[in-house]
């Protein structure tokens, strides 16, 4: 059955390119030597967090890009994204930076697979 599971979870994640679902984004890292920049097919989302302060409760909201770990890969190594990056939605024209809230990880699995990643920004563009 886990194979049956397994099937159906690769197939959907193929079909979410076939169908049109995904745009170009390029992922930059320019704070180290060489730079790191590459594209790869992305579907966006959206997540929220709620962060408990001293006197009140902030929403934070993020734009998120779901991608195929497969397509993550940089001279020759799979590169996973880390705070601070930037994403260049080709579609839109927007920026965003990697982030997330303290204590969260930048990214985490879709699915259990680990074939596909959600990576959380936040836009850096005003308009957005």
Known sequence: MTLL????????SDQLKVAGAT??????????????EF????????????????????????????VDVRDMIFDD????PQRGWIIIDS?????????APDGEAPWDWCDTSHRRIRIHTQALDRNQ
Request: net charge negative.
């Open 5 to 12: 599971f397994q099937a159906a979870a690769d197939w959907l």
């Open 39 to 66: 594209e790869v097919d992305a579907t966006p989302g959206d997540s929220q967090w709620e962060e408990d302060g001293r006197e009140a409760v902030t929403r934070i909201a993020s734009r998120d890009f779901l």
């Open 77 to 80: 190594k799979r590169t996973m």
């Open 91 to 99: 579609l839109e024209g927007s920026t965003y930076e990697v982030f």
């Open 23 to 36: 745009r170009v984004i390029t992922i930059r890292n320019e704070s180290l030597e060489p730079s790191i």
